[in-house]
């Protein structure tokens, strides 16, 4: 594992495991066996997640769209996601990760369900890796199930409605403790996020790989790391660099701007994180 900067690691990191099928396709294996080769990539990058020491690890396992696949193929991933976090649970509490799930009960089997929560209540005190699993998740059901909260929260007059902010939607999410998304990573060569964390992947640095999920190893995330590693994060300010110009520029523009427009400068410089290109 490579020696980090431990200020430089991203905090929480957000995974897309795409390629499951196309893996099985190419080798002329059915799909189910794509998804068997998927679990043990699984569990090799939560082991490369506990050695980089990273604080969370959400994973894609089943969105809300998943369900317009083959009854056959959605009751296979019903069953052995059930049965793998059943056996899993032991080395996961072992190794002190704390399991999270994040998604919708409805469609999700009974059995399913109990064994996320079951999940959940076993590790619940563990103070290590936060693995979540995003199991009939989609990011704008996510957000959707915040704004009904909300709503309602409004109609019995507890909120009011010109209180509401980013914060308070943020206290509405499935998991209102989980970080912004720092490094969002997806495999297959596919470059689209697929309705995965929308709101907290919004200032995410992105990373798109060719490998397909079952060929994913923990080289290939510490590998991730090293590009997040490397990136300048800015949140919308400026390079270092670029001060000297932009008071030049300012002061120039200065001499021409009105009373009112020099106040309403002022004010967006002062905004935290405001969009400044």
């Known amino acids: 594992m490579p020696n980090w900067d431990r200020e430089k690691l991203p905090r929480h990191v957000a995974v897309v495991m795409d390629g499951n099928g196309r893996w099985a396709n190419q080798r002329g294996l059915p799909r189910t066996e794509g998804h068997k080769a998927g679990i043990d990539a699984l569990v090799e990058v939560v082991d490369g997640a506990l050695e980089a020491d990273l604080e969370w690890l959400s994973t894609y396992a089943f969105s809300t769209e998943n369900w317009k696949r083959s009854t056959g193929e959605v009751f296979f991933l019903m069953k ?39 999940a959940e209540r076993v590790t619940a005190g563990n103070t290590g890796l936060n693995l979540t699993m995003c199991v009939n998740y989609g990011g704008r059901a996510e957000l959707v199930d915040a704004m009904r909260s909300i709503a309602k929260d409004v109609a019995a007059g507890r909120v009011n409605p010109d209180k509401i902010d980013e914060e308070l939607i943020a206290r509405n999410l499935y998991i209102p403790e989980m970080p912004d998304v720092d490094l969002f990573l997806r495999t297959s060569g596919e470059l689209r996020t697929s309705n995965f964390l929308m709101w907290e992947s919004a200032y995410a640095e992105y990373v798109f790989v060719d490998e397909l999920w079952p060929d994913f190893t923990k080289e290939h995330l510490f590998s991730a790391i090293d590009q997040y590693a490397g990136r300048d994060r800015r949140y919308g300010g400026a390079l270092e660099g670029a001060v000297e110009v932009a008071t030049v520029e300012r002061d120039s523009a200065a001499n021409e701007a009105t009373p009112t427009e020099l106040e309403a400068t002022a004010a967006i410089t002062l905004v935290p994180g405001s969009e400044q290109n």
């Open 80 to 118: 052995s996601g059930r049965d793998v976090m059943r056996d899993w649970i032991g080395k996961l509490n072992e190794n002190n990760v704390r399991v999270r799930w994040a998604g919708r009960p409805g469609r999700l089997w009974k059995s399913v369900v109990d064994q996320l929560k079951e």
